[in-house]
């Protein structure tokens, strides 16, 4: 499969699984029009088909296919320890899609589901009535948005951002991050600029993305659309995240940072998010099982609290290299490391 850049997702499902009771939705007949080449498939319930025990991720990750869906509650849910808060006290995420259009080997989605199918809630009245009433209970809430995939990436296949953006004009205490791999400069252009949604980049040395982050934009294509979306006017979040210890790429993060750093207009970066890989140590044992010539998952670790991490050893002495380099050109107060 190519990287997927522009139009990232659009029309690129063989077969889609339709829920009885998702069948009549507006973003149902949105993306079944964009996908009218599709074998459509009826079915009871998304878990029928997502939560089949000893499926082919592999398989289905070079064959993609999509499940429309109706969500229950809970819409929200409490942001994981694991992930940056960025200083706000009241942090959730909110999953519009499970699974990601890409296919990064580091990434827990991996662990975490049986299935490598994405699956597409449909019923989005219901996520922003469950979002209204969070956000008027906080003065400040960050919400993130790409927890369990890539929304950017599958803007050609239904433009949630959109519908998101949209709805931040009731929601003054909203701040809201879209993290992405994509490069799709289209859906940055499109949207108005706002201070409540925050573009949050994932950027890796090229090294990096072609070893773990399969069917990724290239590290070229992300700048331009970090630089497209500061061109706008977009709040722009750096997230060098995750960081990889092998010496093998130290060289490259050198010439990475220095790139980065000096192409990209410190003063134009809200701010910046730097972190090790590190992953629930169930999710971790499952992907080792299903990836076992991945040297990933051969390497040696730390386990603490169920988290497992790089050597403390490795991340100090990595991150004080790395961090020399981020602090010359943007002010500590503005690094969220974890």
């Known amino acids: 499969m190519p990287s997927l850049t522009s139009c990232e997702a659009k029309s690129r499902y063989n077969v889609i699984y339709v829920e009885d009771r998702a069948a009549d939705f507006p973003v149902t007949r949105t993306i079944l029009q964009k996908n009218s080449g599709a074998t459509v498939i009826r079915i009871r319930n998304y878990k029928d088909v997502f939560s089949r025990p000893r499926q082919n991720t592999i398989f289905q990750k070079q064959n993609p296919s999509l499940i429309l869906a109706v969500k229950t509650e809970p819409y929200l849910y409490p942001g994981p320890d694991v992930c940056q808060n960025f200083g706000f006290d009241a942090f959730y995420y909110s999953n519009f899609l499970l699974n990601c259009p890409f296919d990064c080997e580091y990434c827990y989605l991996g662990g975490m ?6 699956v597409a ?40 951002t959109n519908e998101i953006s949209g709805w931040l004009r009731e929601m003054p205490s909203l701040s809201v991050e879209i993290r992405t791999k994509s490069a799709n400069i289209g859906l940055i252009r499109n949207l108005p600029p706002s201070a409540s949604l925050v573009f949050a980049f994932s950027l890796s040395p090229q090294s990096v993305i072609d070893r773990y982050e399969r069917h990724t934009p290239g590290l070229e294509s992300r700048i331009r659309a970090v630089e497209a979306a500061i061109d706008i006017g977009h709040p722009v979040r750096l997230c060098f995240d995750p960081v990889f210890t092998a010496a ?30 590190r992953m629930n ?17 051969l390497d040696e670790y730390e386990i603490t609290d169920h ?32």
Not at 113 to 118: E, G, K, L, Q, V
Not at 256 to 274: C, G, M, N
């Open 113 to 118: 589901y049986n299935s490598a199918i994405t």
């Open 121 to 160: 809630f449909v019923n989005i009245e219901d996520f922003r009535s469950s979002i209204l009433d969070a956000s008027q209970k906080h003065e400040r809430m960050l919400l993130a948005l790409s927890y369990d995939t890539d929304l950017a990436a599958f803007d050609g296949v239904y433009s949630y």
């Open 248 to 277: 093998e790429f130290q060289a490259d993060y050198d010439l990475f940072f220095e790139t980065i750093l000096h192409r990209i207009p410190a003063e134009k970066i809200r701010d910046v998010s730097y972190g090790f890989f």
């Open 281 to 297: 140590d169930s999710f971790f044992k499952r992907i080792a099982k299903n990836r076992p010539n991945s040297m990933l998952y």
């Open 307 to 338: 988290v497992v991490s790089v050597r403390s050893d490795l991340r100090e002495s990595v991150a004080a290299r790395h961090l020399e380099k981020i602090f010359a050109h943007i002010p500590k107060e503005r690094v969220f490391v974890l």
